[in-house]
């Protein structure tokens, strides 16, 4: 009996002692640990040692032709895991979360147009001098706009009211591979909840895994910087997501596995496999999105008008909408095609008045065929 209470003494402080050495970790060390990484270790995307901060699907005819005009400085030092580009946002005022050298953001100038604005904001001085040193010289020589429709600005995606980002005050938020690298994903995400105006969304990449690591996963210098120790468990993102005001996340395409190159950062990590996810958060009133697909009667239809998406819209990994096709809706899907900045380009029929219960997700919306999961999500 006394050896069992003294073993299992020892296995109490070792969970207490891996518990304290994280949060340590994520008060003291990772915020610095990050910036090393990124501001020092990195010099350019060929000394990574995964696949999870490149990008692997091919973007868009109009992204392609943007990033061949970006800087070769601003390029060289990107490292992303996906690909965070709604179609045609045109006037948006876009926020991206951890901007790093800014090749998004530079994109995204182009993409918006001289009536949009873009922001980039980002910790790492050194990532912040690149995206800096070129703006103008983009914006007025390359693009041809009157006046730079860009800036970066130095904070932390935590706290981006000291980073001067005012409530309501974006309609779309972009982060490519960077939320795994806070110590505070509850916090960067009820701030992107803050400052996204009504019908805005958060559209983002980042990595994920399919469980919950390790304090030694956790607390790895290279697999942090990498953006695998920081990688938060699906189901765990989930459910901070809805917390913080999201309450229908979906999932914008088939998640893409990431490869570990390194053999000792593979022994650390075991059988954990790690995914690249674009997920879409949208806000509205509280109570207008709900957790279950809920059927009102209501059809939309794309009108064919995003630009490069002439024949179909894609919404998540279950709805494509071709162009001038009726397609009965759950009351989310309705709100998020038609209320949110997407609502100029589609057409809708019916509203809340009338409930017929749950939505029958099986009777065919607008899906591509392929069946799948949303991801967590309400639809499906």
């Keep these: 009996m006394k050896q069992q209470q003294q073993q299992q003494q020892t296995v109490c402080c070792g969970v207490v002692d891996d518990d304290a050495r994280l949060k340590t970790f994520e008060t003291e060390e990772q915020v610095g640990v990050v910036q090393e990484y990124y501001g020092k270790e990195l010099q350019t995307s060929d000394d990574l040692k995964t696949s999870a901060c490149c990008t692997a699907k091919a973007p868009s005819a109009r992204v392609r032709k943007l990033l061949s005009e970006v800087p070769d400085e601003v390029v060289r030092k990107y490292y992303g895991c996906g690909s965070p580009f709604p179609v045609d946002i045109r006037g948006l005022r876009v926020l991206d979360l951890g901007s790093g050298s800014g090749r998004d953001c530079y994109v995204c100038a182009g993409l918006v147009g001289e009536d949009g604005f873009v922001t980039g904001v980002d910790m790492t001085r050194e990532q912040l001098d690149v995206a800096r040193a070129h703006v103008d010289e983009y914006c007025v020589t390359t693009l041809k706009y009157a006046s730079p429709n860009m800036r970066f600005v130095e904070g932390r995606i935590e706290d981006l009211k000291?980073?001067?980002?005012?409530?309501?005050?974006?309609?779309?938020?972009?982060?490519?591979?960077?939320?795994?690298?806070?110590?505070d994903k509850r916090a960067v995400l009820k701030e992107a909840y803050r400052v996204l105006a009504p019908g805005g969304e958060m559209?983002?990449?980042?990595?994920?895994?399919?469980?919950?690591?390790s304090v030694e996963a956790k607390t790895h210098p290279v697999l942090v910087g990498e953006c695998l120790g920081g990688a938060l468990y699906e189901q765990d993102f989930l459910r901070l997501a809805r917390e913080a005001g999201f309450t229908d996340p979906r999932m914008y395409a088939v998640p893409e596995e990431i490869e570990i190159r390194d053999d000792g950062l593979k022994d650390i990590l075991g059988q954990a496999r790690f995914y690249s996810i674009t997920y879409r958060l949208f806000k509205f009133p509280d109570g207008r999105l709900e957790t279950l697909c809920e059927d009102y009667g209501q059809a939309v239809r794309y009108k064919g008008t995003m630009e490069e998406s002439k024949h179909a819209c894609v919404l998540d990994d279950h709805h494509v909408f071709e162009t001038g096709k009726w397609y009965e809706v759950c009351g989310n899907t309705a709100s998020m095609v038609a209320e949110s900045w997407m609502g100029k380009h589609f057409d809708v029929l019916g509203d809340r008045r009338t409930h017929y219960g749950?939505?029958?997700?099986?009777?065919?919306?607008?899906?591509?065929?392929?069946?799948?999961?949303?991801?967590?999500?309400?639809?499906?």
């Design 203 to 213: 559209f983002f990449s980042d990595v994920y895994c399919d469980r919950r690591l």
């Design 358 to 380: 749950l939505f029958d997700c099986d009777a065919g919306t607008g899906t591509d065929g392929g069946g799948g999961s949303s991801g967590g999500g309400a639809c499906c």
């Design 162 to 183: 000291s980073a001067g980002v005012e409530d309501e005050s974006v309609d779309l938020i972009i982060s490519n591979c960077v939320v795994n690298l806070s110590p």
